[in-house]
């Protein structure tokens, strides 16, 4: 029987359609990332696009080198130096984040995207208390305002600062002619030191008393000045902070206006409204507060005595302990997207489960969208939503949860499913053969093709181009192609997606 050909689209301009009651936080198209090395240009990432819904888990998974983690820092803007964006973009709100001024980026990430890494050691400072850590980036989001206070007094404050410096420069000397006298004195030298040592203490004394009678008027002078700055600075910073806040109630009205009576709506009105009223209150974080705040979240996250917590160094926290720490960081900036690169890799088993519920239950309470990255299909399992396979900078299979774990199509992701440890037996059952490709000669036509069993001639000449297998279930594979030998998913991997339903419930 002919075998019905499946659609196929393009995947640099749409990822398929949006269903109904979803939302797009934020867009990623056509995404190509190179590094330029030594050894040559490595296409660590080669045309990614997909969107990520509002309020959904999205899980990014592949191998070591498949370009999760480029993909991301690409997102959050911290793409290494010797990295380039060479097509694509990626849409937050409208705004294409690879276009925007840095200093509009800034705003972004530190507000509405926040990002966690594998190893939370690197991203801590060892040297700063772990409560100052948490309260820096809340008081970051007022800092616009004190550059713009500190600016305005500058002046006036280096004058005051140089003038006061050069007097203490001649009293120091002053001082230090006092201690040789009496130091000379005490160790009984000559009379003739002690001569020296007094004529040495009268100059640098007239010296002193000469620059204290010139600059001393002119301190006082600077001090009143400096004063008079301050207050202008002060007025200046609370119309700003004014303005801000301003603006922002004014959208918060417009939304309230455009919501209220809507039904439907209310739901995403009321997040909204949480949003911009925790934005308002963010404007300027006095100290207090801040520290109020970072007890408040250090709770939330699950660390234990915060009070006593706050005043500790990272090296006195686990691993798991920290890891929360830098969660509690990025939640400071009440963050739209939580981006997570391998947040548990480097955890124990028991601590990587707590992290990840810890994820799944701030996710909910912050009305949060999660693109969580892994190399490890066992995590996915318990966290995603949708799945999108990556291998040698490509999404190569994506779909929901439910279409990569039940009917995987890509040689690769059955690869992957048959190398997870079995939950029964606890085994690794089939390890991958051969190694990633070298990203900076990456293989003609289907990337995996080297390594796969199930490989077929037109894989080594031509790209597949991505399959429609559902409207929510795409995949990059010659083997969909109704030219292609009719291939079944591998043994053991039907037999565990048989025992999963099982144990669901869902199959006899
Ligand atoms: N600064 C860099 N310079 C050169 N090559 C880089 C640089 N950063 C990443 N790469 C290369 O880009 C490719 C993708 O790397 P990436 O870190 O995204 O992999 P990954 O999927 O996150 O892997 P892992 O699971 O090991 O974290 C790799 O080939 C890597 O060597
Ligand atoms: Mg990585």
Same mark, same amino acid.
């Given at each position: 029987m002919e075998r019905q050909a499946l659609p196929t689209i393009d995947f640099a301009t749409t990822v398929?359609?949006?269903?109904?009651?979803?939302? &797009?936080? %934020?867009?990623?198209?056509? %995404?190509?990332?190179? @590094?330029?090395?030594?050894?040559?240009? &490595?296409?660590?990432?080669?045309? *990614? !696009? @997909?969107?990520?819904?509002?309020?959904?888990?999205?899980?990014?998974?592949?191998?070591?080198? !498949?370009?999760?983690?480029?993909?991301?820092r690409t997102i959050m803007g911290i793409l290494a130096g010797n990295g380039h964006i060479d097509s694509g973009s990626v849409t937050y709100e409208g705004e294409d984040l690879t276009k925007v001024s840095e200093e509009e980026f800034h705003r972004i990430r530190g507000d509405k995207i926040g990002m966690i890494f594998q190893d939370p050691l690197s991203s801590l400072n060892p040297i700063m208390r772990i409560g100052k850590q948490i309260t820096e980036v809340m008081v970051i989001n007022g800092n616009h305002l004190k550059h713009k206070h500190d600016e305005i007094i500058k002046t006036e404050l280096v004058k005051l600062k140089n003038d006061e410096r050069l007097l203490s420069i001649t009293r120091d000397d002053f001082i230090y002619a006092k201690k040789s006298l009496n130091g000379a004195k005490k160790h009984k030298k000559t009379a003739e030191e002690i001569k020296t040592a007094?004529?040495?203490? $009268?100059?640098?004394?007239?010296? #002193?008393?000469?620059?204290? $009678?010139?600059?001393? /008027?002119k301190i006082k002078e600077d001090r009143k000045a400096l004063?008079?700055?301050?207050?202008?600075?002060? &007025?200046? &910073?609370?119309?700003m902070a004014d303005k801000l806040k301003n603006e922002h109630r004014e959208r918060l009205g417009k939304v309230v206006d455009a919501f209220k009576h809507n039904h439907k709506l209310n739901l995403f009105y009321k997040s909204v409204v949480k949003?911009?009223?925790? #934005?308002? !209150?963010n404007i300027r974080v006095t100290q207090k507060e801040a520290k109020a705040r970072a007890l408040k979240v250090m709770a939330e996250v699950g660390i234990p005595s915060p009070e006593k917590r706050f005043n500790q160094y990272p090296f006195e926290f686990s691993g798991g302990m920290r890891q929360r720490i830098v969660i509690a960081i990025a939640l400071t900036a009440n963050p739209d997207v939580l981006i997570c690169d391998e947040p548990t890799t480097a955890l124990d088993v028991t601590i990587q489960a707590q992290i990840l519920e810890l994820i799944n239950r701030l996710k909910v309470a912050h009305h949060m969208s999660v693109i969580f990255i892994t190399h490890d299909l066992g995590v996915v399992a318990n966290m995603a939503d949708r799945v999108a396979v990556?291998? $040698?900078?490509?999404? *190569?299979?994506?779909?929901?949860?439910?279409?990569? @774990? #039940?009917?995987? *199509?890509h040689p690769y992701t059955w690869a992957l499913l048959s190398s997870i440890p079995d939950v029964d037996s606890k085994e690794r059952l089939e390890a991958?053969?051969?190694?990633?490709?070298?990203?900076?000669?990456?293989?003609?036509?289907?990337? @995996?093709?080297?390594?796969?069993? #199930? $490989?077929?001639?037109?894989?080594?000449?031509?790209? /597949?181009?991505?399959?429609?297998?559902?409207?929510?279930?795409?995949?990059?594979?010659?083997?969909?192609? /109704?030219?292609?030998?009719?291939?079944?998913? /591998?043994?053991?991997? !039907?037999?565990?997606?048989?025992?999963?339903?099982?144990?669901a419930g869902l199959k006899k």
């Open positions: 398929g359609p949006v269903p109904a009651g979803k939302e &797009v936080k %934020l867009s990623v198209r056509d %995404l190509a990332i190179s @590094f330029y090395t030594d050894k040559g240009r &490595v296409h660590a990432v080669r045309g *990614v !696009s @997909f969107d990520l819904y509002r309020g959904e888990t999205l899980c990014i998974v592949g191998e070591s080198g !498949s370009g999760k983690s480029v993909t991301s007094e004529t040495e203490l $009268a100059t640098k004394k007239a010296i #002193y008393e000469g620059k204290k $009678a010139e600059l001393g /008027p004063a008079d700055k301050k207050r202008v600075a002060a &007025v200046e &910073v609370k119309k949003e911009h009223r925790e #934005y308002i !209150s990556m291998y $040698a900078g490509k999404i *190569v299979e994506f779909g929901t949860a439910a279409d990569v @774990f #039940y009917h995987p *199509v991958i053969p051969g190694t990633p490709p070298n990203m900076i000669y990456p293989p003609k036509g289907d990337a @995996f093709a080297l390594r796969s069993k #199930y $490989a077929i001639g037109i894989d080594f000449k031509e790209e /597949p181009p991505m399959y429609k297998v559902s409207d929510t279930h795409y995949a990059s594979t010659w083997l969909l192609d /109704p030219r292609a030998p009719k291939t079944v998913m /591998p043994k053991i991997v !039907s037999t565990r997606i048989e025992n999963s339903l099982r144990k």
